[in-house]
């Protein structure tokens, strides 16, 4: 039997979630292969991993602009030899883990993991084969650091494949795939099942409006644009999806009374049905998150771009942009324009779709585990 290790970290959900996807698929269809998932950074250190991952979300909360450039500068100069140092000392007690577990294959969905694998096998410490799946629209370097040894990399688009190469990454490693998500949003759905779970009428087309869960970033400017959206596009009906933050469902739900559109808005928190949703929605409202992306971009939704953060969410809202799939509502913007303009026909909108079809890559999870694992 063999054995997979799948290493991601927490920092956004996006490299969880892709690790967690191709996680079941190898369960569900593997049965002579035995995966395991590793938090790399809390396997190494769990204090560490409450500091990195908790400075992480206080940075990208409270002051976006310092994490992008923090984001920017970790591809060149000394932030960037600190990481790749860092993760060299850490390699050290990862490596441990890799020659107890003997797999015969890694997986990595973060760059951390990546550059410790890689340097593990420079080192001649361990010669499992690599794989490096990218979970967001545009490369970085912290992911190709010591790219000569990993032997697959996976990324969602041909633009980042043209990237990898310019940077020196052997053609042959590349191969365009999509990000790994659940196989749920490949379900054949009941429409009138979905509207009715949700007390949604049949005569009106679905706005799917994430309010940027967890993170809560611009918690005004958010409910600012959702205010906007109620008020113009009055021919749809909206679900308002405020995730795990409270305070977001809060104003999300004075809103809904104080515009008394009851009938027309939900307002919901947490859901496990996104891919319900998507497969009833028209339009998404969402920030441009690896995952959410690629989900919307599998269910074929335009994508209203808010609240991207900056650094790696900027790059996927300008890579959204030029390929005509999203709409991204700056903070110089006025909502009320963008949504005006965007509901005067419904050409815009189709036309959006169609380019998501041309964009989306199928069947990304499947398409990772038979490049890597055969069958």
């Given at each position: 039997?063999?054995?997979i290790?799948i290493?991601?970290?927490t920092?956004?959900?996006?490299h969880?979630?892709?690790?967690q996807?191709?996680?079941?698929?190898?369960?569900?269809h593997?049965?002579?292969?035995e995966?395991e998932?590793?938090?790399?950074?809390?396997?190494i250190?769990?204090?560490?991993?409450k500091?990195?991952t908790?400075?992480?979300?206080?940075?990208?909360?409270?002051t976006?602009?310092?994490?992008?450039?923090v984001?920017?500068?970790?591809?060149?100069?000394i932030?960037g030899?600190?990481?790749t140092?860092?993760?060299?000392l850490?390699?050290?007690k990862l490596?441990k883990?890799?020659?107890?577990?003997?797999?015969?294959?890694?997986i990595?969905?973060?760059?951390?993991?990546?550059q410790?694998i890689?340097y593990l096998k420079?080192?001649?410490?361990i010669?499992?084969p690599?794989?490096t799946?990218?979970?967001?629209?545009?490369s970085?370097?912290?992911?190709?650091?010591?790219?000569?040894y990993?032997?697959?990399?996976f990324?969602?688009?041909n633009?980042?494949?043209?990237?990898l190469?310019?940077?020196?990454?052997?053609?042959?490693k590349?191969?365009v795939?999509?990000?790994p998500m659940?196989?749920?949003f490949?379900y054949?759905?009941n429409?009138?099942?979905i509207?009715?779970?949700?007390?949604?009428s049949?005569?009106?087309k679905v706005i799917?409006?994430f309010g940027g869960?967890e993170m809560?970033?611009?918690?005004?400017r958010?409910?600012q644009?959702l205010?906007?959206l109620?008020?113009?596009?009055?021919?749809y009906?909206?679900?308002a999806?405020?995730?795990?933050?409270e305070k977001?469902?809060?104003?999300?739900?004075?809103?809904?009374?104080?515009?008394n559109v009851h009938?027309?808005?939900?307002?919901?928190?947490?859901t496990?049905?996104?891919p319900?949703?998507?497969?009833i929605?028209?339009?998404v409202v969402?920030k441009?998150?690896?995952?959410?992306?690629?989900?919307?971009?599998?269910s074929?939704?335009?994508i209203?771009i808010i609240?991207?953060i900056?650094?790696?969410e900027e790059?996927?809202a300008?890579?959204l942009?030029?390929h005509?799939v999203?709409?991204?509502?700056?903070?110089?913007d006025?909502p009320?324009?963008i949504f005006?303009?965007?509901?005067?026909?419904e050409e815009?909108i189709?036309e959006?779709?169609e380019n998501t079809?041309?964009?989306y890559?199928?069947y990304?999870t499947?398409?990772?585990?038979?490049t890597?694992?055969?069958?």
């Amino acid at each position: 039997m063999k054995k997979i290790l799948i290493f991601y970290a927490t920092y956004g959900g996006g490299h969880l979630s892709a690790a967690q996807s191709i996680n079941q698929y190898i369960k569900d269809h593997y049965q002579d292969m035995e995966v395991e998932m590793v938090d790399c950074i809390k396997y190494i250190n769990k204090i560490l991993d409450k500091l990195t991952t908790g400075a992480y979300r206080e940075m990208a909360k409270k002051t976006p602009k310092l994490w992008g450039k923090v984001y920017k500068n970790s591809q060149k100069g000394i932030l960037g030899h600190i990481s790749t140092g860092a993760n060299k000392l850490l390699a050290r007690k990862l490596k441990k883990l890799i020659i107890e577990k003997s797999p015969d294959i890694i997986i990595s969905t973060h760059p951390f993991s990546s550059q410790m694998i890689n340097y593990l096998k420079k080192k001649g410490k361990i010669q499992t084969p690599l794989a490096t799946v990218l979970t967001d629209f545009a490369s970085h370097e912290q992911w190709l650091i010591g790219h000569e040894y990993t032997n697959y990399f996976f990324v969602s688009n041909n633009q980042m494949k043209q990237e990898l190469c310019n940077y020196g990454v052997s053609e042959e490693k590349i191969h365009v795939s999509g990000i790994p998500m659940s196989e749920r949003f490949f379900y054949k759905f009941n429409t009138e099942e979905i509207l009715k779970f949700f007390d949604l009428s049949p005569n009106k087309k679905v706005i799917l409006f994430f309010g940027g869960g967890e993170m809560g970033l611009g918690k005004e400017r958010t409910t600012q644009i959702l205010r906007s959206l109620i008020n113009i596009g009055t021919q749809y009906q909206i679900v308002a999806v405020a995730g795990k933050n409270e305070k977001m469902k809060e104003n999300f739900e004075k809103l809904v009374k104080e515009l008394n559109v009851h009938e027309r808005v939900k307002v919901l928190g947490f859901t496990d049905k996104v891919p319900e949703l998507m497969h009833i929605s028209t339009l998404v409202v969402t920030k441009p998150g690896g995952l959410t992306t690629t989900e919307s971009l599998a269910s074929h939704l335009p994508i209203i771009i808010i609240n991207p953060i900056p650094g790696q969410e900027e790059q996927n809202a300008e890579f959204l942009e030029n390929h005509g799939v999203g709409i991204w509502i700056r903070k110089k913007d006025n909502p009320d324009e963008i949504f005006t303009d965007l509901f005067k026909s419904e050409e815009k909108i189709e036309e959006m779709k169609e380019n998501t079809k041309k964009l989306y890559q199928s069947y990304s999870t499947q398409n990772i585990c038979k490049t890597i694992l055969g069958k």
